[in-house]
């Protein structure tokens, strides 16, 4: 484990504001430079400096590889108590125990934990209307709650607003990237990008494919219109700025044959874009699958007919696998998105984490709101630990939250821009306190050494210990602001 000091006394704030041991700034809340604060009311520009040169002051925790499995001691780990994270032009331009000269404005949050901002790799924008929806499995709170909510996203308006409240709730909760489902109507695509662009956020996304068994206005009127839709919005969006296209079909029971060779073609047009799509995560979803689709070998061999298996894939939850789907995700390159709040609250099964990774499977963690309960990644994880001792396995800290950072950064192809804190990634960065509350505070006096304490940190910490998000060097969330 690379460590460049020692560790000290766990030290915490109180929840209402900053450090109070060697502030340097004497407004804090404009220390970061300009900032612009992201409200129910859309962006809000906050009186401040110059965005250019400045330097954060915390414990800062990244990685350098993957933490192999179990190892609490893991070289994986960078963990650089009290230093400066020095952010020039929106990104990281270096890491230093020395306090900065003069040509850098300080922020000092000193006993504080600084971490690479949050990857989430398989949400949807429209269902947080429908989180925490009662008593149904998977195919049934589709019909019941998820169709209904989505059929909304129809309206511009609805599209607009809802885009800017799933955004802002994201960045509220740590998460600065994201990979994301909107609606089938490429209003809601639109919303979605427009909103990501406007906040400078690292955005994966794609209307959804739809042309079968589902509700009226949440089907495409036909494969052709679908493609052409897909077309202008992939010209449109694709590559500007930190938005990319994700080819994205909802699952291989909502399209037909004929859509998801569309899809497949788009891939092939362009290997830049990426795709996303739901494999195997409910029984009776599989069962379903194997009915309208008996040529294929298994749920993952309908992908890969269609031409949808390859290095720029996210599958999310990945549950009902054999051997040969394992082996032939690892030899496309292509990622599972581990969604274990959802797949706890919906009941659809318990992801086997090592025998993805005994594959060489690329494994992220996401939140899969509304399915999933939260869009706290820090809960996320914990979930994540609590399916794996499940199936009497021990997942640390290190492995789960590499998965939410630089590991989910990896499996995207972004690990020189997201993820870390490498210099000349961009800077993407929140600030936490590492307790919360007296029962956290207590927790983490206690702790014998850096693993213990940032489980207990992992495992107890949610939203309420974020103090500040930046998205590419802006700060886009800061506790207590207006």
Known sequence: MAIDASIRDPGTAPAGGRASAGGTAADPAAAVGHREAVGAGGLQPVTGPTPGRFALRGDLLDFVADPAWGDVGSDAVRFRPDHWLLIEGGRIAGVQADEPDAGWTRDDQQGRLILPGFIDTHVHSPQLDVIASYGTELLDWLDQHTFPAELRYADAAHAESGASLFLDALIAHGTTAAVVFPTVHPVSADALFAAGQARGMRLIAGKVLMDRHAPDGLRDASVEQAERECRELIAR??????????????????SSPAQLAMAGRLCA??????????L???RAEVKWVHELFPEARSYLDVYARAGLL??????????????????ALHAAGAQIAHSPSSNLFLGSGLFDWRAAEAAGINVSIASDVGGGTSLSMLRNCAYAYKVQAMAGQRLTAWKALHAATRGAARALGLEREIGSFEVGCAADVCVWDWAVGAVAQRRAERARDLHERTFAFMLLADERNLVNALVNGVSRYERGAP
């Open 310 to 327: 390859h290095a720029k894939s996210v599958f999310a939850h990945g549950i009902w696998l054999d051997d040969a789907d394992r082996a």
């Open 237 to 254: 969006w694709h590559g500007t700025d930190r938005l990319s296209y994700a080819v994205t079909v909802r699952f291989a029971p909502t």
């Open 269 to 278: 047009d362009d290997p830049s874009l990426y795709m996303q799509t739901h």
């Open 280 to 282: 195997a995560e409910n």
